[in-house]
């Protein structure tokens, strides 16, 4: 058997790949209500959260993450199933768990921005933050996680607080913001965000949700020159621009924003994403994923662009096998190739 390495001996050995976005792509795939978007999935159809895990696992990820994002309690009272709080956020765990066996990945339990923090109310939320910190944090430890990410944080204060809860498990930490706006809500820049967290201990910063490749990127490279501990990447695969630069802000021709639910017009292709996954590495981020939007065929690329072949190459695409764009077109199809030309 395959000795199992932690996530800082992978990380001190190369880049960990990573792989989010479990809760838009189990929407479009009917399990979760977009709104809301709480993964209610985790409790209503397990074998579809087990089915993309195991799609990422097969297109290379290293981690896989265990959909508690907004499964919080203040979320669950939003769909009326604080009942249920307890035990998804042990089955979610627990379904990452067995999936992750099939191919010796990571374990990540998962908390994120609350939507309770107030950084003008800060020591009553702090508290309330903390309490709902520590539970999800507690429930994944008891189910064998093996670190945890804390994701689209937009204050550092929470941030801080995330740190903090983590630490008291005694799991490593990464913890990444979402870059939605210049700064995060309480005012605190981006890099400092970073350099502050890394000071107190977190093992990896960074950045995931809200921005494209390109806009991430500019940001990731001055995150990389002030911070010396590990830094995480997870983009989310749309055209984001500088007018535009993260994915809340992009306009459909109409006008009519496309977040959450008609982003398809600005998705980046697996090309594009396995380019970032390069670019990326090139800069020196340590863990690279994505984020909302994602799917496993993006997963493969970048894998690949690391040099990597996982199970899921067996079937990456050899286009010289096609009928009419391959090598080898027959003399009754060339005609019908013509039509296929401009
Ligand atoms: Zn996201």
């Not at 209610?40 to 993450?65: I, N, Q, S, T, W």
């Not at 929470?158 to 799991?171: H, M, R, S």
């Not at 630069?245 to 992009?250: C, D, G, I």
């Not at 990456?316 to 013509?338: C, N, Q, T, W, Y």
Request: aromatic share 8%; hydrophobic share 40%.
């Amino acid at each position: 058997m395959t000795e199992k390495l932690s996530l800082l001996e992978r990380l001190s050995k190369g880049v960990v790949l990573g792989a989010e976005g479990y809760v838009f792509e189990l929407e479009r795939r009917g399990y979760i209500k977009a709104g809301p978007y709480v993964p209610e999935v985790v409790l209503d159809y397990p074998e579809a959260v087990k089915e993309l895990h195991r799609e990422f696992l097969l297109a290379g990820a290293e981690v896989m993450v265990a959909l508690t994002y907004y499964g919080d309690r203040e979320k669950m009272k939003v769909v009326g199933r604080e009942g249920d709080l307890e035990a998804l956020n042990r089955q979610a765990v627990r379904l990452a768990r067995e999936v992750a066996a099939e191919g010796n990945a990571l374990v990540a339990g998962n908390i994120a921005n609350t939507w309770v923090y107030d950084h003008h109310n800060k020591e009553a939320t702090s508290k309330k933050v903390r309490q709902i910190y520590t539970e999800q944090v507690g429930w994944a430890v008891d189910e064998g996680a093996d670190f945890i990410i804390a994701e689209t944080i937009d204050y550092l204060g929470e941030g801080l607080l995330a740190l903090e809860v983590i630490k008291k498990f005694g799991l490593p930490a990464m913890i990444t913001f979402g870059a939605t706006q210049d700064t995060l809500r309480d005012g605190a820049g981006f890099v400092e965000a970073c350099k502050t967290l890394a000071s107190e201990g977190a093992d990896v910063v960074g950045l995931n949700c809200s921005r494209g490749p390109a806009t991430m990127l500019p940001l990731l490279k001055a995150i990389r020159q002030e911070v010396s501990n590990y830094v995480a990447a997870q983009p989310v695969p749309y055209h984001t621009n500088p007018e535009q630069f993260a994915f809340q802000h992009l306009r459909l021709p109409g006008r009519e924003r496309g977040f959450p639910i008609a982003l398809e017009p600005f998705m980046c292709d697996r090309f594009e994403m396995a380019d970032f996954a390069k670019q990326a590495l090139e800069i020196g981020v340590n863990y690279i994923g994505i984020c909302c939007g994602g799917a496993p065929h993006h997963v493969r690329a970048m894998a690949e662009a690391l040099g990597r072949t996982p199970p899921a190459s067996r079937y990456s695409p050899d286009l010289a096998l096609h009928p009419m764009i391959g090598a080898d077109v027959k003399d009754k199809d060339r005609e019908f190739l013509d039509f296929w030309k401009d």
